[in-house]
């Protein structure tokens, strides 16, 4: 089993202590998945970096963190980052209300996170996330994505990689290999707009009809929403 890196441990425990007012070292060992004395070793860790933790011996007593404390710079691995950009970009399509105020400054923030020569993708990632009417007619087929098939789907869209994909239609499951320019929510539903190597053609992919998916090596370079959407026809009229 893949060991879970030490900074990416030290915030679920950070996490863990702001998430109610005392805990035991074994109650966090269990919920870590980790024995007590590494647990005893984190806290000592934090305690090092300045973090106000509290233990009382005995009886009643815990490990807490004291109320209304920082907590500090949260530390999110390069999946985090993603998801949020990915997150944040959606509300920003569908005029969210509640984060409409902040969208810039928390965006600007989060891409300061990626190295400099990946910061141009994730400033135009917001433009390849398309909205479209809610899809009525599939809203009672429609399921969650397959979770082996999200995070190689994601990867590939933000790093502007060819897919190669295990789709199904009408019953029947064909292997191609796709650029993933766009994603289009039609509500519930989602779709990858793709370039298709096997149809030599745009096509628009549900994704939850994707049944297994591997990034390749090959890239691409973002076509014109538009023009791939005018060659599709009337895409909505059957959603």
């Not at 009382?56 to 691995?77: H, K, M, S, Y």
Request: hydrophobic share 45%; glycine share 6%.
């Amino acid at each position: 089993m893949k060991r879970e890196p030490v900074t990416d441990r030290l915030d679920r425990v950070l996490g863990l202590l702001a998430s109610r007012p005392s805990w035991t070292a074994p109650e966090l060992a269990e919920e870590l998945g980790v024995c007590v004395r590494t647990i005893r070793r984190d806290l000592s860790r934090l305690s090092a970096r300045g973090v106000p933790i509290e233990s009382d011996a005995g009886r009643g007593g815990g490990i807490r963190v004291p109320p209304r404390t920082g907590l500090g710079r949260v530390q999110l691995n390069a999946q985090e980052l993603l998801d949020l950009l990915l997150a944040l970009a959606l509300a920003e399509r569908l005029e969210s209300p509640l984060l409409l105020s902040t969208l810039k400054s928390l965006r600007q923030k989060l891409a300061a996170s990626f190295p400099p020569e990946e910061r141009a993708r994730v400033g135009k990632l917001r433009q390849r996330i398309l909205v479209g009417p809610t899809a009525r007619s599939i809203s009672a087929t429609w399921k969650p994505p397959r979770a082996a098939v999200l995070r190689p789907l994601q990867e590939a869209f933000f790093e502007q990689r060819a897919l190669e994909l295990t789709y199904r239609a009408s019953d029947t499951s064909t292997v191609r290999v796709v650029e993933p320019h766009y994603l289009l929510l039609s509500w519930p539903a989602w779709y990858l707009l793709v370039w298709d190597h096997l149809r030599g053609a745009v096509r628009m992919l549900r994704v939850d009809r994707i049944e297994a998916a591997s990034v390749q090596a090959a890239t691409f370079q973002v076509r014109d929403s538009e023009s791939m959407i005018a060659t599709l026809g009337d895409i909505f009229s059957s959603l």
